[in-house]
């Protein structure tokens, strides 16, 4: 099973005094690796992460082990993101967030670990289905 991340749970991983660690450590130890994320996840995360920069250190080098893959998106791309941004604009859906979806449907990635609920829930594969959402 393939997954994306999203930004939350992984500051949430490298956070021990975030509300969510320990849940998101616990869902964390139960999926195949490596884990699939995008660079806009990282600079989100680079910025919440600005006051604790040890956190953000050891999400740049789970990247080096090979816990977190980065998908490669090119700038021809840039379109098919846009129009998700313009398919959710009811929800203001943000960069890392129609970039998630995106690589979701170039994927064929049906899971997302986020903590988003509210728009993950809204959003939609290609195929119109809802994503399965972790944790849960």
């Known amino acids: 099973m393939h997954l994306l991340a999203d930004t939350g749970p992984l500051v949430a991983i490298v956070s021990p005094d975030d ?3 320990e849940l ?3 869902t964390l ?3 195949p ?3 699939l994320t995008c660079w ?3 600079t989100e995360a680079a910025w919440l992460l600005r006051e604790f920069p040890l956190g953000f250190e050891r999400l740049l080098k789970s990247i080096n082990e090979g816990f977190l893959e980065i998908l490669p998106v090119a700038g021809k791309e840039s379109e098919s993101v846009v129009q998700v941004m313009k398919k959710y604009a009811s929800l203001q859906a943000q960069f ?3 970039m998630l979806v995106y690589l979701a449907n170039r994927e064929n990635i049906e899971t997302i670990f986020t903590l988003d609920r509210r728009d ?3 959003y939609r594969s290609a195929r119109k289905k809802p ?6």
């Not at 994503?131 to 849960?136: D, G, I, S």
């Open 96 to 98: 890392t967030d129609a």
């Open 24 to 26: 998101c450590v616990k």
């Open 29 to 31: 130890e139960t999926l």
């Open 120 to 122: 993950f829930s809204v």
């Open 131 to 136: 994503f399965r959402l972790l944790p849960q």
């Open 19 to 21: 509300q969510y660690h």
């Open 33 to 35: 690796g490596p884990v």
């Open 40 to 42: 806009p996840v990282i």
